[in-house]
């Protein structure tokens, strides 16, 4: 079965070599206090600037899951309050998750199809940071780096905080754009749930410092002090932190990982708008996500394709939340094949209810 669920999502195919390495290398057992341990960790993240274009101020630190991201950037590097631009799902339940730690924590939700309106945006003092959800999961939107850039000059004073966790590792990130990025890697870095990535620029650091929240088990200041000797402040997911070494590895440039993926979600979209019974849910291809892909139709019609393609061996993700029954979701995520998902693409250009 060949599964384009969006998250946790098919794994690599040579993720049982990199265990079998893993055993072999000693790393189960590898204390994180240890060379072994550190070298993994300065390694890992140079291969972030190598393959994903990380700029060389940015400190790559480990988490569970980028939910724990929610968590630490309210408690630990906002100051006064966060605003949150979102459209779906995920992007409100950060938006709540952060209005408990910080109750004057405000958003604005968007539709699926509605471009950030910049220009329009009025974010007085009262916020110091701004937070993105690049890309949205539940119904495949995505923001554009261009809005993201539009709101930096907007806003230079304010600090951006970008939500990429279907993302990163598949498309083209521009850093600079932002302060702070997070990610898991059960997504694009095509490995078993269980670890978060959280990327810090200098600024952000600078602020931390001058916040100086401690005291917690996930405080910002313990985790970059640990950072600096390539340490982490708790027994971390050392396996995690290895395979994804190892995918960093084998993986092409980012920019190739890119195109590769823009190809196939073209050819996707041009399955969809020929299809009689089926329509692409987010109508703008300005913000329509290059990772994930939400496909609508009637209910009886979402609940017939997801059992044929069972039967020729494909497993189509569910819709999300309130598009349960009315959309099926498409991963369209470096791990999947090119054969892989031509299959997919051919079974959905034939289905007929």
Not at 5 to 23: E, H, N
Not at 56 to 61: C, H, K, R, S, W
Not at 297 to 305: K, L, R, W, Y
Request: proline share 5%; glycine share 6%.
């Amino acid at each position: 079965m060949i599964t384009f669920a969006p998250g946790p999502s098919k794994v690599y195919d040579a993720l049982p070599s990199y265990l079998q390495d893993a055993y072999t290398q000693g790393i189960l057992s590898a204390n994180h206090r240890s060379a072994v341990f550190m070298d993994l960790y300065r390694d890992t993240e140079s291969l972030f600037r190598e393959k994903l274009q990380m700029p060389a101020d940015f400190t790559l630190l480990f988490t569970s899951s980028a939910t724990e991201s929610w968590e630490i950037i309210s408690q630990s590097l906002v100051e006064k309050a966060s605003y949150h631009l979102y459209s779906g799902s995920f992007g409100k339940k950060w938006l709540e998750y952060a209005q408990y730690i910080l109750p004057a924590t405000r958003g604005l939700q968007l539709p699926a199809h509605q471009v950030i309106p910049v220009d329009q945006l009025h974010l007085g003092p009262e916020f110091d940071l701004i937070a993105v959800t690049q890309n949205e999961t539940s119904n495949a939107s995505q923001v554009p780096m261009d809005v993201l850039k539009a709101l930096g000059e907007r806003y230079p004073e304010k600090m951006i905080s970008v939500d990429t966790t279907s993302s990163m590792g598949g498309i083209v990130l521009d850093f600079t754009l932002a302060d702070v990025w997070y990610a898991s890697v059960q997504k694009c870095f095509g490995l078993p749930a269980g670890l978060g990535i959280l990327l810090l620029s200098a600024q952000a650091k600078e602020k931390v410092a001058r916040k100086g929240e401690r005291g917690r088990y996930n405080s910002l200041s313990f985790m970059l002090e640990n950072a600096e000797s390539y340490q982490t402040h708790y027994t971390p997911n050392v396996l995690g932190i290895y395979l994804l070494h190892r995918v960093l590895q084998d993986m092409d440039p980012i920019g190739q990982v890119d195109a590769r993926l823009r190809g196939r979600m073209a050819r996707l979209e041009e399955v969809i708008e020929s299809s009689p019974v089926f329509e692409l849910l987010v109508e703008n291809p300005a913000t329509r996500s290059t990772t994930v892909a939400a496909i609508a139709a009637e209910e009886q019609v979402i609940s017939a394709v997801k059992k044929a393609a069972e039967r020729e061996g494909i497993s189509l993700g569910g819709g999300y939340g309130p598009l349960k029954s009315s959309s099926f979701r498409v991963a369209n995520f470096p791990a999947i094949t090119d054969t892989e998902f031509g299959k997919m693409l051919d079974f959905l250009a034939s289905y007929r209810p």
